[in-house]
């Protein structure tokens, strides 16, 4: 089970994060969503409708959850660039997936708001400077959370989310 539902396994990270670890994780929010685009391609209704695991998120609850908690992490970024240290206001994702838009909607709508939201977002964690990388926010659950970590987060957060739909595809052969 632990497979399915981390198939790329936790994001880990200890000791200094290189400004060469930095781009290759701006790289991947940029990339993801063409990434997220393509593990998608060609699925059914039903097959969008289809859990990534036993107990798990249909694949369009995934697409609809990985926009939503994206749009988070800009404005998590963006208040910890323009405050001091701010208390960011968590919310409860499995809660957010089960709401009428997460389960019913087009994906091409979160589709199409990742393309934007990844633009703006890689040409703002494009222009921060090393300093800018330290600054930090306080999550209510996790602690002080500094911006080059919660960058290799969502990094980590995309790619995580497009192999459980590519693994649900490669195990049901779709």
Same mark, same amino acid.
């Given at each position: 089970?632990?497979? $399915?539902?981390?198939?790329?396994?936790?994001?880990? &990270?200890?000791?200094? !994060?290189?400004?060469?670890? /930095?781009?290759? &994780? !701006?790289?991947?929010?940029?990339?993801?969503?063409?990434? $997220? /685009?393509? #593990?998608? /391609?060609?699925?059914?209704?039903?097959?969008?409708?289809? *859990?990534?695991? *036993?107990?798990?998120?249909?694949? /369009?609850? %995934? %697409?609809?959850?990985?926009?939503?908690?994206?749009?988070?992490?800009?404005?998590?970024?963006?208040?910890?660039?323009?405050?001091?240290?701010?208390?960011?206001? *968590?919310?409860?994702?499995?809660? &957010?997936?089960? $709401?009428?838009?997460?389960?019913? #909607?087009? !994906?091409?709508?979160?589709?199409?708001?990742?393309?934007?939201?990844?633009?703006? &977002?890689?040409?703002?964690?494009?222009?921060?400077?090393?300093?800018?990388?330290?600054?930090?926010?306080?999550? *209510?659950?996790?602690?002080?959370?500094?911006?080059?970590?919660?960058?290799?987060?969502?990094?980590?957060?995309?790619?995580?989310?497009?192999?459980? !739909?590519?693994?649900?595809?490669?195990?049901?052969?779709?």
């Amino acid at each position: 089970m632990e497979a $399915l539902r981390y198939p790329i396994g936790r994001f880990e &990270w200890s000791g200094d !994060i290189t400004p060469e670890q /930095r781009q290759l &994780w !701006i790289e991947d929010i940029e990339q993801l969503p063409v990434q $997220l /685009r393509n #593990a998608v /391609r060609g699925l059914t209704e039903d097959q969008l409708n289809e *859990p990534y695991r *036993p107990g798990g998120w249909t694949v /369009r609850q %995934v %697409v609809h959850h990985v926009a939503d908690s994206h749009m988070n992490s800009v404005i998590r970024f963006k208040l910890a660039l323009t405050e001091q240290q701010p208390t960011i206001k *968590p919310y409860d994702e499995g809660a &957010w997936a089960e $709401l009428t838009d997460s389960r019913e #909607a087009s !994906i091409e709508l979160s589709l199409a708001l990742l393309d934007q939201l990844h633009e703006r &977002w890689g040409r703002l964690l494009r222009s921060l400077n090393s300093e800018q990388w330290e600054r930090t926010f306080v999550h *209510p659950d996790s602690g002080i959370v500094r911006l080059d970590v919660n960058l290799g987060t969502y990094a980590w957060h995309g790619r995580h989310h497009t192999a459980h !739909i590519t693994q649900l595809r490669l195990r049901n052969e779709w």
